[in-house]
Structures are given as structure tokens and as C-alpha cells.
């Protein structure tokens, strides 16, 4: 079982970056996909974006294409979603989930889509204002 913090959270600007930061520990040396997903107030939560364990894969939800990018650092046990042009509408509690996989993330998209993690964290708040 691994365990996940993410940070780097805040209140922003719309047109503001941000980088949040998925720490994972427990069981590292297990391969684990990670993805990012974020829940809006009033809202079900959404997948936003995924990496496999190797970093060679990547999966992008419509919502972060061409704003949002992750990547992750395994020596640092690190998983990281830029997020750039941030606008009012991107206002949610983000989320780091981790599956116990080694596959690439085109034969885990389905998972992804679903919310299917082994492990979550406990949340970052981003507030974007206008």
C-alpha cells in the first residue's frame, strides 16, 4: 500500500500557474500509475490526467489538454500536475490517486475514467479568482 500528500494548492488568478505536487510513500518500490483528479464544489469529481510508472505514458482528459501537464520524478517519489492559464471554472479540491500497475496508460484509461485507485490523497484546494 502506498500513501499520498498532495500540495501546492492556493488561491490564484485567473491567467496564474500552478504546480501541485503528489508525494507518495509506503510501498515505492511497487509500480504504481498516478493521475491527478479534481472535484468542484457542488460537483462529482473528474480524472484530469494520468502517468504510468515508467513516465514513458501519458493520458489527458478533454478538461486538461493543452493547459495541464503531468510528470513525475520517481527518485523523489514525486508526481507533479503545471497547470497554466488557470481560469475561475478550475476552482476544486485536486486529487492524487495511485494503481498498482506497470502498464502503459493506454490500456488504463478505462481505470482512470472510473476513479478505479488503489490509494488516494487527502486533497489540495485550488481557488482561482476572477
Known amino acids: 500500500q502506498v500513501q499520498l500528500v498532495e500540495s501546492g494548492g492556493g488561491l490564484v488568478q485567473a491567467g496564474d500557474s500552478l504546480r501541485l505536487s503528489c508525494v507518495i510513500s509506503g510501498r515505492t518500490t511497487v509500480s504504481h500509475a498516478v493521475g491527478w483528479f479534481r472535484q468542484p464544489p457542488g460537483k462529482e469529481r473528474e480524472v484530469l490526467a494520468g502517468?504510468?510508472?515508467?513516465?514513458?505514458?501519458?493520458y489527458y482528459a478533454d478538461s486538461a489538454k493543452g493547459r495541464f501537464t503531468v510528470s513525475r520524478d520517481n527518485a523523489a517519489n514525486t508526481v507533479y500536475l503545471q497547470m497554466n492559464s488557470l481560469k475561475p471554472e478550475d476552482t476544486a479540491v485536486y486529487y492524487c490517486?495511485?494503481?498498482?500497475?506497470?502498464?502503459?496508460?493506454?490500456?488504463?484509461?478505462?481505470?482512470?475514467?472510473?476513479?478505479?485507485?488503489?490509494?488516494w490523497g487527502k486533497g489540495t484546494l485550488v481557488t482561482v479568482s476572477s
Open positions: 490517486g495511485a494503481r498498482r500497475s506497470a502498464q502503459a496508460m493506454s490500456v488504463l484509461t478505462s481505470r482512470f475514467d472510473s476513479g478505479d485507485m488503489d490509494a
Open positions: 502517468i504510468s510508472w515508467s513516465g514513458a505514458s501519458t
